[in-house]
Antibody, heavy 119, light 110 residues
């Protein structure tokens, strides 16, 4: 059974960066595609970007281009999402989610990581 | 990429059927059969309910069904039950090789 376990909650200052991890178990990590999705308090889901670990290729939503970096470490079956130049509007729960194969839907989700940006 | 448009709320009585719409453009919903639907209960991660417009994952009740016409996709919940009360989001692949979610719909069981 596939499990995605994310790192714990973070509190960050405006202007700083945050890096959230997502460790996968079950299945073959290198064959996954992992996306990151965020949800601000009381708001909807927002796709940020994805990575294909076996290719080391990532692509991002235009809104986050230049501010987000998604990486993967095949040796530890862990994906990472780093968001820089944080502002209060980045306060949200960040989820990692596994694509089903190369398709564009998510069959497994992490538990979510709350990132709070506050001075 | 703008979010897909969903009604903010839909309600129904137990046993009734409701339909949630998800409107995009020819660059997303209308251009590909890659529309999915997710159910989210408060404080929980989303759960996949429908993929590729009308396919149900194993374990999802057959009370949930999906369809698409032009630039609008729809999720229908038949035989509405109390446990169906949740937020629902559609998503679609886009021509930019990205994904876009809908604005979300709160389903209330009266």
């Amino acid at each position: 059974q596939v499990q995605l376990v994310q790192s714990g909650a973070e509190v960050k200052k405006p202007g700083s960066s945050v890096k959230v991890s997502c460790k996968a178990s079950g299945g073959t990590f290198s064959s996954y595609t992992i996306s990151w999705v965020r949800q601000a308090p009381g708001q909807g889901l927002e796709w940020m970007g994805r990575i294909i670990p076996i290719l080391g290729i990532a692509n991002y939503a235009q809104k986050f281009q230049g501010r987000v970096t998604i990486t993967a470490d095949k040796s530890t079956s862990t994906a990472y999402m780093e968001l820089s130049s944080l502002r209060s509007e980045d306060t949200a729960v960040y989820y990692c989610a596994r694509h089903s194969g190369v398709l564009w839907y998510f069959d497994y989700w992490g538990q979510g990581t709350l990132v709070t940006v506050s001075s | 990429q703008s979010a897909l448009t969903q009604p903010a709320s839909v309600s129904g009585s137990p046993g009734q059927s409701i339909t949630i719409s998800c409107t995009g453009t020819s660059s997303d919903v209308g251009g590909y059969n890659y529309v999915s639907w997710y159910q989210q209960h408060p404080g929980k991660a989303p759960k996949l309910m429908i993929y590729d417009v009308s396919n149900r994952p194993s374990g999802v009740s057959n009370r949930f069904s999906g369809s698409k016409s032009g630039n609008t996709a729809s999720l229908t919940i038949s035989g509405l039950q109390a446990e169906d009360e949740a937020d629902y989001y559609c998503s679609s692949y886009t021509s930019s090789s990205t994904l876009v979610f809908g604005t979300g719909t709160k389903v209330t069981v009266l």
